[in-house]
């Protein structure tokens, strides 16, 4: 930019105390490189950050074991059958919480 120009800006200024968005725009592009340097910058930094840093994923699950409530049975267990039930609950959740299962699920990932 040329001085002229800065010195038309300058009396401009001076003479309103206005500040335009033709202003903004005028600094902007005197800046331009600076603007364009610092947003590569910016950019670059956050890439090389995000490729350099391992993936972590972490997921949880919840498992609900129940039977289905009936108009008969709101709870959806028979209290004759409960400690059948019982025994069953544990048998399936020994069998869900085993580490033989949970290598299968990640290998079939």
């Known amino acids: 930019m040329k001085a002229k120009d800065t010195d038309k ?3 401009k200024l001076s003479k309103n105390d206005e ?3 033709s202003d903004y725009l005028i600094v902007l592009k005197r800046r331009k490189w600076v603007v364009i ?3 590569l910058f910016i950019v670059g930094s ?3 950050v995000s490729l350099a840093t391992p993936p972590k994923f972490e997921a949880k699950a919840q498992i609900l074991l129940g039977g289905q409530p ?3 049975n709101p709870l959806g267990e028979s209290s004759q059958r409960l400690p059948e039930i019982n025994l069953h609950y544990q048998t399936q959740v020994k069998l869900l919480s085993s580490r033989a299962l949970a290598r299968k699920v990640i290998e079939g990932l």
């Open 46 to 48: 956050v890439a090389i």
């Open 19 to 21: 500040k335009h968005f």
């Open 70 to 72: 009936t108009p008969m």
């Open 9 to 11: 800006i300058v009396s």
């Open 37 to 39: 340097f610092l947003l």
